[in-house]
């Protein structure tokens, strides 16, 4: 079959939308990406040898003047995606949300073509809300994401992660610091950048055994790297990161964002973590999933206007030496891991795809 898979905008909708890309691939089918021609869609999809259709769009953002640009740039986006899916008709689309989903999937109907959407967080985004009742199944990562979506055909798939992520094993680094992970997205998080690399360096001179793994985004990578270095503390500094599964196998702690990809991904792994939510995020979709990670006992979580310098270096100083606290956590967080849900939703394309191919 044909197979077009949207996911353009941020790591959190990229990477799943191209793991299952890669696994529907495997299958023999000719998959499209339709991406939004962001800067950081460049490095996540280095080694992607299939078509790339790139739709120029805005998510709406405020009122006024952005409101009337990101209006105006969906509709041209509709009638851009309509004609070339007309040129390359597939016979089911796969849309992983956000803005860059709207253009494509509205283009996919109004020509007949089945669509497949997938929810990552716990609380549908307004892509999502937007476009289910055009979708002839959406699949969804949680399963209390159905009370939000009333009405429409819900499957749970869990979350898709990469291959390479899902077949980590943690093995530590072999050199008795205490390794802590900090990431804040495909983009970097600037106000958790700069109370943990403050934390951290006052943690390391009280003598707490340290080494910081820290995904900076690329405007904060330089100073960053300069604070560690100043400060004496074993460090890697990088504005992005391909190779997650790197810094995963070898990482005993996360301070995080709390977005669907990174929750899903620390549940793969089996990472204990400390969530800090996007303030501000879409519907606190971010807040929602942090809370579903602190249920289960797989990581602690407090919201960024509480999060200090003083109370990060008490929690770091404690949470270290505790193992006990942190063996319960790794077991948590991989009893929340929803299994091969990559290839649990490419076989839902698939059949979606097949029924409009041989309609019963």
Not at 122 to 136: E, K, T
Request: glycine share 10%.
């Amino acid at each position: 079959m044909k197979i077009a898979v949207c996911c353009g905008g941020t790591g959190g909708h990229i990477f799943p939308g191209l793991a299952v890309a890669e696994e529907l691939k495997s299958r023999g089918h000719v998959v499209v990406l339709w991406l939004a021609g962001r800067n950081v869609e460049g490095a996540a999809v280095t080694g992607w040898t299939g078509a790339v259709v790139t739709v120029q769009a805005h998510g709406f953002a405020g009122i006024g003047l952005r409101s009337v640009v990101a209006a105006y740039s969906l509709i041209r986006s509709f009638f851009f995606c309509r004609k070339r899916m007309k040129e390359m008709r597939p016979s089911v689309l796969l849309a992983m949300g956000s803005y860059a989903s709207v253009g494509p999937v509205l283009a996919a109907r109004s020509l007949g073509v089945r669509v497949v959407l997938h929810e990552a967080n716990a609380v549908p985004g307004r892509a999502i809300s937007m476009l289910a009742r055009w979708a002839d199944i959406v699949a969804v990562s949680d399963e209390g994401t159905r009370r939000f979506l009333k009405g429409r055909r819900c499957v749970y798939t869990g979350f898709p992660v990469r291959k390479e992520i899902a077949c980590v094993v943690r093995k530590g680094n072999g050199s008795g610091l205490f390794t802590i992970l900090v990431l804040g997205g495909s983009q970097g998080a600037h106000a958790v950048n700069e109370v943990v690399a403050t934390a951290v360096c006052t943690a390391h001179k009280t003598g707490l055994k340290l080494k910081v793994i820290h995904l900076s985004g690329l405007r904060d990578e330089t100073a960053m790297r300069a604070r560690y270095e100043q400060a004496g503390v074993a460090h890697e500094v990088h504005g992005f990161l391909r190779q997650m599964e790197q810094a995963y196998s070898v990482a005993d702690f996360a301070i995080c964002r709390a977005g669907a990809a990174t929750c899903s991904e620390l549940a793969a792994v089996g990472l204990p973590s400390l969530l800090v939510p996007l303030p501000g995020a879409p519907r606190d979709h971010q807040t929602a999933n942090a809370r579903a990670m602190l249920a289960r006992g797989a990581a602690d979580m407090i919201e960024q206007g509480k999060l200090t310098v003083e109370w990060l270096v008490a929690y770091l100083q404690s949470t270290a030496l505790d193992c006990k606290k942190l063996e319960k956590m790794k077991s948590a967080a991989s009893a929340a891991h929803a299994g091969d849900a990559t290839a649990t939703l490419a076989g839902l394309v698939e059949t979606t795809g097949k029924e409009a191919v041989c309609p019963q």
